[in-house]
């Protein structure tokens, strides 16, 4: 069984900064790679940027040179999120690219609420 967590979310004001911070555990061979989408009301789950566990990083324009991701240890990835706006509410979802025994899948976390709200 895979647990992926993720925390750190809050109310920023505008202009403010924000980490999140996601965890896989479990029974884990591999990770391939992690990932962060955001939702925000109204609006289909997007993008926000992965990391390949191989060292690529990649971020949707939206937030290239204000966010950060960042791997810890083998199993825990961040978010730095720096000069944040109120387009950047959203639910923030933490997505991992997981082998178990001779199953990979898809796994997700159950999502932490960012407002941006002065």
């Known amino acids: 069984q895979v647990q992926v967590v993720e925390s750190g979310g809050g109310l920023v004001q505008p202009g403010g900064s924000l980490q999140l911070s996601c965890r896989a555990s479990?029974?884990?061979?591999?990770?391939?790679?992690m990932a962060w989408y955001r939702q925000a009301p109204g609006k289909q789950r997007e993008l926000v940027g992965r990391i390949s566990f191989g060292g690529r990083i990649d971020y949707a324009d939206s937030v290239k040179f204000r966010f950060t991701i960042t791997r810890d240890n083998r199993n825990v990835v961040y978010l730095q999120m720096n000069k944040l706006s109120p387009e950047d509410t959203a639910v923030y979802y933490c997505?991992?690219?997981?082998?178990?025994?001779?199953?990979?899948?898809?796994?997700w976390g159950q999502g932490t609420q960012v407002t941006i709200s002065s």
């Open positions: 997505n991992a690219d997981i082998q178990t025994g001779s199953t990979r899948a898809d796994y």
């Open positions: 479990g029974s884990i061979s591999n990770i391939f790679g």
